[in-house]
């Protein structure tokens, strides 16, 4: 089986990796040829958990080749996926779909052969019929089967959650394009991984719906967390008990300050305005991405209420960034909005990450960024978590007691229990919680 994989960014790569190393025969194309050239090396653009070595093991077996030539990448492939970027269109939320509409145009002019080509690329419910009157009329003499095949991939486990997927989701109309699919992912046969075959648009609605549903949990929690805080519940409790409701479920019910990340924000917005486009409105969706904006905010009075009301000359040591950890991506992280905040209230910050550093510096600025975590917590008035990277869930209290300022942790990621907390000299802040004091 030979496949063409458009498109290097995070999505083409993760999968165009995990296919090759099923034994498919890879070759990944990009317009950007320094990103092809690192590849070709081995050396990945992004940060993510297994993957320069699996790219690495691809290349050394010769299952997976980089070019930035289409017609090379396109020769004797049966499948063809399409895995470039859906941004956010400026101004109005719907997803940018030139680029996966150039791409299908693209193929379908330098082929030469039938092949199925696949949508990976998160696209609007009706995209991929859009797909196969573009292809249908540019080349009414070959055969392209179109489909859809949605990713359901998390940031920092993606190798995992291609190897190890809940279900696969194809939409396809031909039993040719189902067969071809059913081939690339029969090593999932394994692990008895279900195959929901679907028809296109059902395929692509299922994608926005999971990360909908998803995105609501995350907010649920939110505000249930609020009203933990107002009546003296615990929302850690909440979670657990509501989630050992299997109708519910224990997965997604962690709070924090809001979602971020390069698919939720966008996800949730673009099928707000499918629906009121096709005059179904979402109203629990458009509530959802209300409370997670507001959420963001409301982070910001948190914190200033801590210090009655006046931030003016305080400085906060910042610890985590990125929207979630074992990423280096910033994209719509909450941190983008609480700390800009916080500057606008005269807060000097200071702040480590373990692996977005360089890229936050292009969103962030007027921040001392630090080397390690006691050199962010250094005179501090307090300390803030952002992001529940792993070295911060062991943190050296003593240590810190000793060089910040005041014995003050807000945690927004609620990475401590409230009684470990109690054997430390801080006073703990944490969300749907009661507060940690000295006293108590
Ligand atoms: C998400 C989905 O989980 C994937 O299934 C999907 O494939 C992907 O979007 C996509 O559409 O490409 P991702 O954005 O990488 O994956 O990260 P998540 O782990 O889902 O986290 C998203 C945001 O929700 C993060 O900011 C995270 O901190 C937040 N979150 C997550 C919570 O606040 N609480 C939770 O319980 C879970």
Not at 131 to 149: F, M, Q, T, Y
Not at 190 to 210: C, G, W
Request: proline share 4%.
């Amino acid at each position: 089986m030979r496949l063409a994989m458009i498109g290097v960014g995070y999505v083409g790569l993760v999968s165009g990796a995990c296919f090759a190393q099923f034994g498919v025969h890879v070759t990944a194309v990009d317009k950007d040829l320094q990103k092809i050239k690192d590849l070709q090396g081995g050396k990945i653009p992004i940060y993510e958990p297994g993957l320069e070595a699996l790219v690495q093991q691809g290349l050394q077996s010769g299952c997976l080749t980089f070019t930035d030539n289409l017609q090379d990448a396109l020769k004797d492939a049966d499948a063809v996926f399409i895995a470039v970027g859906t941004p956010s269109r400026r101004g109005d939320g719907h997803a940018d779909l030139s680029y996966v509409f150039a791409a299908a145009e693209e193929v379908a002019e330098n082929l030469s052969q039938p092949v199925v080509l696949v949508t990976k690329s998160t696209v609007p419910v009706g995209t991929g019929r859009r797909i196969l009157e573009i292809v249908e009329k540019k080349r009414p003499d070959l055969k392209i089967d179109v489909a859809s095949n949605p990713e359901f991939l998390r940031e920092g486990s993606a190798i995992e959650d291609f190897m190890r997927p809940d279900r696969v989701v194809v939409g396809a109309e031909t039993e040719n394009a189902r067969e071809v699919l059913r081939e690339l992912y029969r090593p999932l046969n394994l692990l008895e991984t279900p195959i929901v075959f679907t028809n296109l648009e059902t395929a692509e609605l299922i994608k926005y719906a999971a990360n909908g549903f998803l995105a609501t949990k995350i907010a649920f929690i939110n505000e249930i967390s609020d009203v933990c805080e107002a009546s003296g519940a615990d929302v850690q409790a909440v979670s657990k008990a509501i989630g050992l409701d299997k109708r519910i479920g224990a997965k997604f019910l962690h709070v924090g300050p809001g979602y971020g990340g390069s698919c939720f924000p966008k996800d949730t917005l673009a099928l707000v305005k499918t629906a009121q486009d096709l005059q179904c409105p979402l109203k629990i969706v458009e509530a959802v991405v209300a409370s997670n904006d507001a959420r963001k905010e409301s982070m910001v009075d948190k914190i200033e209420a801590l210090f009655n009301g006046d931030l003016t000359g305080k400085t906060i040591g910042v610890l985590g960034v990125t929207f979630k950890p074992n990423t280096d991506d910033m994209r719509e992280s909450p941190s983008l909005t609480i700390l800009p905040l916080l500057q606008k209230k005269g807060v000097h910050l200071k702040a480590y990450d373990p692996a977005g550093m360089t890229e936050a510096q292009k969103f962030l600025s007027e921040i001392s960024w630090e080397n390690n975590v006691y050199d962010a917590l250094k005179d501090v008035d307090a300390a803030l978590i952002l992001t529940e990277w792993n070295e911060f869930r062991a943190l050296d209290f003593e240590r810190m007691s000793q060089i910040m300022k005041t014995p003050l942790l807000i945690d927004f990621r609620n990475i401590y229990t409230l009684d470990e907390m109690k054997k430390t000299p801080f006073t703990y802040v944490s969300l749907g919680r009661a507060l940690v004091t000295e006293q108590n």
